[in-house]
């Protein structure tokens, strides 16, 4: 990830410190004729803006932004790993990420099994197997999107970057998927190593011996919100102690301890009315096998925002941990500017709206401009009824 990104930039900087390398290519990049068909998997970051529209023209069919589906009628407890939707292992050639929910999600079918979705497809997967709230799953499948997916093919790969979401657009944006480090996916995962370490995405063994650890400590021998509380304070213990690079800051501050609460509300079969305790083996089977237990059952009930509340105050509580990030190992800084010390649940929108999308996008156009505003409106709608104020920050 880190070696295109480089790659982009190196090839964005030759753009302006060598014209004659340029003027070789105008032939073949005048906006009058045809682009060149490598372009089709290359960076765009030596095109002008009019080249860049030239390019989209050329491509023309591109769905672009498309609104999020409604909120499921039907919220009961049902079987879900049935017939039309058996467990099939990735092939090889199939993307699959750091997030054991949405593994399991393409691995039974719910979304298609390639891993290269639209967000409209998460948020359906998410509520028809796991019972996911309408807004809460907005906020999942949009606050990755729109950093980490194809505004113009509205495609995202739910693990690596992929050539299948379409052509890239100028840097900086990477359209990394899941697995790029900073954007969505975040420190300190709860059976994911941090990127620091070499691999973000998959099941670590001796993460998990600590989830199988705590739980037996705390929680009974069962996975449940005591034992999420303890795990969740261990694993930023460690990664503040160990990456000189660990950053704890909104939207990582509030998805750590939402990746915590998960598996006791989606992971636990609907039939034991919603207790909230995790059985282990049934733990390793979404975190390590992403796969639904046989006859599994999702919860009764949707759980979305309102729901959440309750639970990330617990876990937030239990050990109170302030947003930061280390200058080196083991030196964690409190950084009492990041939002979430006075916006709250809003800081997540408000951030990712007003600062990394921005960031990605700085100068966007065209159609790509028109897909990037609808796509953070409707990240937007996820907040709504919390109160969160919308935000405009390429104008309304």
Request: with cysteine; net charge neutral.
């Amino acid at each position: 990830m880190r070696f295109t990104l480089s790659l982009t930039l190196a090839l964005a900087a030759s753009a302006s410190a060598f014209p004659t390398f340029l003027s070789g290519l105008a032939p073949r990049l005048d906006e009058r004729e045809p682009l060149p068909e490598s372009l089709q998997w290359s960076s765009l970051a030596h095109l002008s803006p009019r080249q860049l529209e030239h390019f989209i023209r050329q491509n023309a069919g591109y769905p672009g932004a498309s609104p999020a589906p409604a909120a499921q009628s039907d919220t009961s407890s049902k079987l879900v790993n049935d017939a039309s939707h058996p467990y099939q292992a990735p092939g090889a050639t199939d993307q699959r990420g750091p997030c054991p929910g949405l593994n399991t999600l393409a691995n039974h079918g719910y979304m298609n099994r390639t891993g290269v979705v639209t967000p409209q497809a998460i948020i359906n997967a998410v509520q028809n197997g796991f019972n996911m709230g309408n807004d809460l799953a907005i906020i999942v499948a949009f606050g990755a999107h729109v950093v980490d997916g194809n505004h113009l093919t509205n495609l995202m790969s739910i693990g690596a970057k992929s050539s299948s979401t379409g052509t890239d657009p100028p840097s900086p944006a990477s359209v990394g998927g899941l697995d790029q480090h900073g954007t969505f996916e975040g420190d300190a995962s709860t059976t994911r190593g941090d990127a620091q370490f070499g691999d973000n995405h998959s099941f670590n063994e001796t993460l998990f011996q600590v989830l199988v650890s705590k739980s037996k400590t705390y929680g009974g021998g069962q996975y449940n919100r005591s034992a999420a509380a303890e795990v969740r304070y261990s694993r930023l213990q460690d990664s503040m102690a160990r990456n000189p690079n660990f950053q704890f800051l909104t939207p990582r501050f509030y998805t750590a301890y939402a990746e915590s609460i998960f598996p006791y509300v989606f992971f636990v079969d609907g039939r034991s009315g919603n207790n909230g305790s995790l059985d282990l083996t049934v733990a390793r089977g979404f975190f390590q096998g992403a796969q639904f237990p046989s006859g599994f059952y999702r919860r009764g009930g949707s759980y979305g925002l309102q729901s959440i509340g309750g639970d990330l105050n617990a876990l937030m509580q239990a050990h109170p941990v302030k947003p930061g990030y280390n200058t080196a190992a083991g030196k964690y800084v409190v950084d009492n500017s990041d939002p979430s010390q006075t916006q709250g649940f809003c800081g997540i929108y408000t951030k990712h709206t007003n600062v990394t999308v921005p960031s990605l996008y700085p100068n966007p156009t065209g159609d790509l401009l028109t897909a990037i505003k609808a796509n953070l409106h409707t990240f937007w709608t996820g907040f709504q009824a919390s109160g969160c104020k919308e935000i405009f920050p390429y104008g309304q």
